[in-house]
Nanobody, 124 residues
Framework: QVQLVESGGGLVQPGGSLRLSCVASGFGVDNYAIGWFRQAPGKEREGVSCISSTDFSTYYADSVKGRFTISRTNAKSTVYLQMNSLKPEDTAVYYC?????????????????WGQGTQVTVSS
């Protein structure tokens, strides 16, 4: 497992933007796919986006395609989630997650490392 620390959450108006950061540390972090899940009040956690450790392939949930962009530093230890055109339904706690090498489907038990989460609130 690796250790994950998120930052960048906050309050933003509908249509606005935020950038979340996830700093990963630990042995072998270069070989981990890193992604994001979110959990809104009263709802189950859902996968948002993921980037692999090999060719930096990216994956997005249908609900965020075209609005969110995931990226990773060349050192592979920091992952960003740029969120544009935010909607009230994007309000949730966002968790950074990791699993070895490649992204997987959006089952939570496929990701064995989780951060503490950062709150994103989209409201006017």
């Amino acid at each position: 497992q690796v250790q994950l620390v998120e930052s960048g959450g906050g309050l933003v108006q509908p249509g606005g933007s935020l950038r979340l950061s996830c700093v990963a540390s630990g042995f072998g972090v270069d070989n981990y796919a890193i992604g994001w899940f979110r959990q809104a009040p009263g709802k189950e956690r859902e996968g948002v986006s993921c980037i692999s450790s090999t060719d930096f392939s990216t994956y997005y949930a249908d609900s965020v395609k075209g609005r969110f962009t995931i990226s990773r530093t060349n050192a592979k230890s920091t992952v960003y989630l740029q969120m544009n055109s935010l909607k009230p339904e994007d309000t949730a706690v966002y968790y950074c997650v990791a699993r070895p090498v490649l992204c997987s489907n959006w089952r939570t038990d496929n990701y064995n490392s989780w951060g503490q989460g950062t709150q994103v609130t989209v409201s006017s």
